[in-house]
C-alpha cells in the first residue's frame, strides 16, 4: 500500500468497511518483499502459540485437521489463500479460505448461483436487492446458535448496546440471525466515542455515507471555488468545469447504467425524505412509505439529468455504460462529478491517488440540501441490516467459521489479520500500542513490505472489525496507527483538503438514523410482494438511462409516467402497504 491510499483511508475517519472490495491486489513484483515477510511469519509462528484451548495445540493444526471454507464476494482481485497470514491463520485456526471474487457488477453471478442452489460456504452480498433475495431463500444459516456455543467475544460485541445490538437489530421477524454486517467497527466498551457524537475529536461519525455528490478535488476549488450545496449550485459548478476547457475525453459529469436508483434517492434525501432500510421506499413521517419513484421532486430531478445532457455537461456514454467503463473513466480523474453511492468511490480514489499525475486528486462527498430542507435523513446501512455477509447451507462447517470469528476478534487475531508482524510490519511504540514508523512506510511506497501480499487485513470487508484492540486504547487497524495522525505521518493531499473550506469532516455529524423498525422489509419468498419486489428494480434503472437520453422535458415526464404505470402493473401498491404494515407491526 502506498502512503497516499494510507493517508486517505484516514482522512475518511474509518467511514466504511466495504473499502477493501477494490484493493485486494497480489502485486508480483514484490517478490523479494513476499520471501522477507513470509520468514518473519514463520519466525513468529514457531514462538507464537495458538490462541483459545479448543483451537489446537501450540504447534497448531495438521493438515489432515483443517477444514476449508470458500468465501464469494464482489472484488476485482482475490485474496491469496497463501499468503503468509493466511497460512498462519490456517496453522492457528484449523482453518483453510478459499475466496472466490467477481470484478466488476456480481449481481448477475449471485443470481445465478441462489437459482441454481450452487452456493460457496459463504456469500457476502453488497447489493440490498440481492441481500434480501437471499435471506428470504431457505439456503441460509441461522447464526444465532453457532455465535451462543462458539464465540462468546463476537457474540459480545455484536450484542452490546453501545454497537446498537447488531444482533438485535439484524434478527429476522422469527428470531434467527441470517447476517453479519461487513461495514460498521465496532466498539469494545460503552466508556468510547459514541458514533452519533458531532463532538467527537474526528469531527464526523464514523459511519459509511449513502447516495452523494461526489466532485473532483482540486477541480471544484479551481472552477468553483466553494462547496456546492443543491442542485442550482452544481448546475452552476458543471458549467464552470465545462467552460475550463478540461483535457478531451473528460466531463462534467458521468454515471452508469445500473445507477439509477442511487440517482433517485439522492433526489428523494436531498429534498428531506428519510429513505428506507432497503433503498427503495421512502418516508415523511415514518408511517407511510412509497416507492422512491413517487416522490414529487424525483420527476423533476429527471428532467435536470435530461438538460444536463442536452446542454453537453453529461457523458454522453454515462446512461448505457456499464460498471467497469465507469470505474475506468473516474479512475482517471476523467468526469468532474457523480451522482451515486459510495460503493465504487473508494477503490476510484485509491486509483486516482496511485497516479503520479493525479496523487493529489479526490472525489469528495457534496452534502446536498434543497433550499427549505434543513435534514438529511441519512440509513446508515450498517445498523439498518440492507448488505452483510451469510453462511449457507453448503457449508459443512459452519462452526468452524464461527470459531475462527472468535480468533479474529482475539487480540491475538487482530494483530495478526490487521497488523502483520511485529517488527516487519509495526512496531509497539513508546506508548506501548502497534503503530507505523517512517521506515516501515517508506518500504510500503516502495513495496519492499506489500500489505496485500502479506494477507493482512482480508477479512475487513467480510466482517465487521473492533475498532480497539481489548486495551480500548490500541487501534485495530494499521491504517489507523497513530503514526499517520502526525504531522509527519500525513500526505500533501489530505493537508490540502482538511486546510481548505472543502473540508467535509464535519458535514455529516448528526445526519444519520438508526430507525431498525426500517431494516429488514424484504417480503417473504414466494409470496406476490416478493415478485413485485423483483420486477421492479430494472425499470427504475431503465427510466433514468431512458430519460437522461430522451428529445425533450415533455418525453422525460411521459417516460416517466409510463415507468410508473408499469410499477403499478407489477403490484407496487400492494407491496407498499405490506411494507407499511411490517414498519407499523415493529413500533
Not at 464461527?402 to 497488523?419: C, I, K, P, R
Not at 512496531?427 to 517508506?442: F, K, R
Request: proline content about 5%.
Amino acid at each position: 500500500m502506498k502512503k497516499l491510499i494510507i493517508s486517505m483511508l484516514l482522512v475518511f475517519a474509518l467511514v466504511f468497511s466495504l473499502i477493501g472490495c477494490g484493493q485486494g491486489s497480489n502485486n508480483q513484483s514484490v517478490q523479494e518483499g513476499q520471501t522477507t515477510q513470509a520468514a518473519a511469519t514463520t519466525q513468529a509462528a514457531a514462538t507464537t502459540q495458538a490462541g483459545a484451548a479448543d483451537q489446537g495445540s501450540a504447534e497448531g493444526f495438521s493438515e489432515a485437521d483443517m477444514v476449508t471454507i470458500t468465501i464469494t464476494m464482489s472484488r476485482d482481485e482475490a485474496p491469496d489463500p497463501n499468503s503468509p497470514i493466511m497460512v498462519e491463520n490456517a496453522k492457528r485456526t484449523g482453518v483453510k479460505f478459499v475466496f472466490d471474487c467477481i470484478p466488476g457488477d456480481p449481481n448477475e453471478k449471485f443470481a445465478m448461483m441462489l437459482a441454481s442452489n450452487n452456493l460457496s460456504d459463504v456469500m457476502v452480498i453488497n447489493n440490498p436487492a440481492m441481500f434480501a433475495q437471499y435471506k428470504v431463500s431457505d439456503h441460509i444459516i441461522n447464526l444465532l446458535p453457532l455465535l451462543e456455543q462458539y464465540a462468546p467475544t463476537a457474540m459480545e460485541l455484536y450484542s452490546a448496546e453501545w454497537n446498537n445490538n447488531m444482533i438485535k437489530a439484524s434478527l429476522t421477524d422469527d428470531g434467527r440471525l441470517l447476517h453479519l454486517t461487513f461495514d460498521a467497527e465496532m466498539l469494545r466498551s460503552p466508556d468510547e466515542p459514541l458514533f452519533e457524537d458531532p463532538n467527537h475529536p474526528d469531527g464526523y461519525e464514523w459511519q459509511p455515507w449513502n447516495s452523494n455528490l461526489y466532485a473532483l478535488y482540486p477541480a471544484i476549488k479551481d472552477v468553483y471555488g466553494k462547496k456546492i450545496l443543491n442542485m442550482d449550485e452544481w448546475y452552476e459548478a458543471m458549467v464552470a468545469y465545462r467552460d475550463s476547457d478540461p483535457a478531451p475525453g473528460t466531463y462534467a459529469s458521468t454515471m452508469h447504467s445500473t445507477n439509477g436508483i442511487q440517482m433517485i434517492s439522492n433526489f428523494v434525501v436531498m429534498n428531506g425524505g428519510k429513505v428506507a432500510g432497503d433503498g427503495v421506499f421512502y418516508t415523511d413521517d415514518d408511517k407511510t412509505f412509497r416507492h422512491l419513484l413517487r416522490h414529487p421532486k424525483v420527476l423533476d430531478g429527471l428532467k435536470f439529468l435530461n438538460n444536463m445532457y442536452h446542454e453537453g455537461l453529461m457523458d454522453p456514454e454515462g446512461p448505457l455504460q456499464n460498471r467497469d467503463a465507469f470505474k475506468e473513466k473516474m479512475s482517471a480523474g476523467r468526469a468532474f462529478s457523480y451522482l451515486g453511492i459510495w460503493h465504487d468511490i473508494y477503490s476510484i480514489n485509491d486509483a486516482i491517488q496511485e497516479n503520479e499525475t493525479t496523487r493529489l486528486w479526490q472525489y469528495i462527498p457534496q452534502r446536498l440540501m434543497e433550499p427549505g430542507v434543513s435534514r438529511r435523513w441519512e440509513g446508515n446501512l450498517a445498523w439498518l441490516g440492507i448488505d452483510g455477509t451469510m453462511v449457507t447451507t453448503a457449508c459443512k462447517h459452519p462452526e468452524k467459521f464461527v470459531q475462527f470469528l472468535e480468533f479474529l476478534y482475539s487480540d491475538e487475531g487482530q494483530l495478526l489479520n490487521n497488523w502483520g508482524i511485529e517488527g516487519v510490519n509495526y512496531i509497539i511504540n513508546a506508548d506501548g500500542v502497534p503503530d507505523i514508523t517512517p521506515e516501515i512506510e517508506e518500504k510500503m511506497n516502495d513495496n519492499t513490505i506489500n500489505m496485500d501480499s502479506l494477507g493482512v487485513a482480508i477479512f475487513f470487508s467480510i466482517v465487521n472489525q473492533p475498532l480497539h484492540l481489548t486495551d480500548q486504547k490500541s487501534v485495530s487497524l494499521w491504517w489507523n496507527a497513530p503514526y499517520f495522525l502526525s504531522e509527519e505521518g500525513k500526505t500533501e493531499a489530505v493537508s490540502n483538503i482538511a486546510a481548505s473550506e472543502f473540508n467535509f469532516y464535519k458535514d455529516w455529524a448528526g445526519f444519520y438514523y438508526r430507525d431498525v423498525s426500517l431494516r429488514n422489509l424484504a417480503p417473504d419468498d414466494n409470496t406476490p410482494e416478493a415478485l413485485t419486489a423483483a420486477q421492479i428494480t430494472t425499470p427504475v434503472n431503465d427510466l433514468v438511462a431512458k430519460a437522461v437520453l430522451a428529445g425533450s422535458a415533455a418525453e422525460v415526464e411521459q417516460i416517466y409516467n409510463a415507468t410508473l404505470a408499469q410499477l403499478e402493473g407489477y403490484g407496487l401498491p400492494a407491496l407498499e402497504k405490506f411494507v407499511e404494515d411490517k414498519v407499523a407491526s415493529r413500533k
